[in-house]
Structure formats: C-alpha cells, structure tokens
C-alpha cells in the first residue's frame, strides 16, 4: 500500500532559511528542513510533499489542491500566517487535519505576529523549537491519522 501523503507546505521568504538572520532562525538551510521532514517521514511510515512559494495565491492553490490526494498538512504560513484570511479559508475548506509549524516563538515576538489566523484552521500549533518543530508536526499529524509506525 501506498504511504500516506502529507504536504508540507512553507510561505513567503522561507527560501532564505540558513542564509540571513541565523541567530533567529537558525543554520539550518530548506533543504535541510526537507531531509529533516524526508527523514521523520521515512521513518513514520508516510510520504511528503515539501514545498515553499513566495506567493499567496500559490499557496492557496496548493492547499486546495491537497483535497483527495492528501492525508494532512504541516504549513509554516510565514508572514501570512498574521494576514491572511483568505490562506486560513482556504485551510478550513479543504477539510483535512492542519498542524502549523513555526521556527520562533511568535509569542515572545513582536504583538503583530501574536494572532495568526492560520490557528483557527489548525488542529495544532507548534512554535519557538526551531526547525525541528517540522518533525513534531509530522508525528502529530502520523498520530492523528493512525499511521504512527512508532507508537
Ligand atoms: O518563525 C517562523 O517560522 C515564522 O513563520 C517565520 C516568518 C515570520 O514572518 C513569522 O512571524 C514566524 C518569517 C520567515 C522569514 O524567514 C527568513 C529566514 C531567514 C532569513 C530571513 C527570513
């Protein structure tokens, strides 16, 4: 039987990941934060689809196109986590379980990044423990699917 698939989604400047700003966000580069999540998957006993778009309709598609050929999604929204009602529309519609993931604790940022909208479409959130956040994502959404190999 096929794995299941879960899209691993990332937003706008994520690309620079490991190249700018590393004692905010750390070392590591996206292609990095792939093997991580390739990784975890691997191990989870699920397949991935890892992608980042500096675009907000590009990532609204995605997220639509995630509707009867995904099992789940871990997104990082980046900056339209705290500004787009339409991102976390389309969230909600596609009907799958949402665990957003963030690098930094938004919480201990600035106020404007304290709401995400995202949250409201996410079944869970986890943020401020780096990169590694990807693979708890991961492991959440293998539990919530009842494909956690390791359990
Ligand atoms: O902590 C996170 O993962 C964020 O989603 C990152 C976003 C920020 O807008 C959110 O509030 C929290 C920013 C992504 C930008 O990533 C960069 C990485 C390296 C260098 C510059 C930007």
Same mark, same amino acid.
Request: net charge negative; glycine share 10%.
């Given at each position: 039987?096929?794995?299941?698939?879960?899209?691993?989604?990332?937003?706008?400047?994520?690309?620079?990941l490991g190249t700018?700003?590393?004692?905010?966000?750390?070392?590591a580069t996206?292609?990095?934060?792939?093997?991580?999540?390739?990784?975890?998957?691997?191990?989870?006993?699920?397949?991935?689809?890892?992608?980042?778009?500096?675009?907000? *309709?590009?990532?609204?598609?995605?997220?639509?196109?995630?509707?009867?050929?995904? $099992? +789940? /999604? %871990?997104?990082?929204?980046?900056?339209?986590?705290?500004?787009?009602?339409?991102?976390?529309?389309?969230?909600?519609?596609?009907?799958?379980?949402?665990?957003?993931?963030?690098?930094?604790?938004?919480?201990?940022?600035?106020?404007?990044?304290?709401?995400?909208?995202?949250?409201?479409?996410?079944?869970?959130?986890?943020? *401020?423990?780096?990169?590694?956040?990807?693979?708890?994502?991961?492991?959440?959404? $293998? +539990? /919530? %699917?009842?494909?956690?190999?390791?359990?």
């Amino acid at each position: 039987m096929e794995p299941p698939l879960i899209a691993v989604l990332n937003g706008p400047n994520l690309n620079l990941l490991g190249t700018r700003e590393p004692e905010k966000y750390g070392s590591a580069t996206l292609d990095d934060v792939e093997a991580l999540c390739a990784e975890a998957a691997e191990e989870l006993g699920l397949a991935i689809d890892f992608r980042q778009t500096n675009l907000e *309709g590009e990532l609204i598609s995605w997220v639509q196109e995630c509707r009867g050929r995904a $099992a +789940g /999604i %871990i997104i990082n929204p980046a900056g339209y986590s705290h500004t787009s009602i339409a991102l976390m529309d389309a969230l909600l519609a596609v009907d799958l379980p949402v665990v957003e993931v963030h690098i930094t604790n938004i919480h201990r940022r600035e106020a404007f990044r304290h709401l995400s909208y995202v949250s409201r479409a996410a079944v869970g959130v986890i943020c *401020g423990l780096g990169v590694g956040g990807y693979a708890l994502g991961l492991r959440a959404i $293998a +539990g /919530i %699917i009842g494909q956690d190999e390791t359990a």
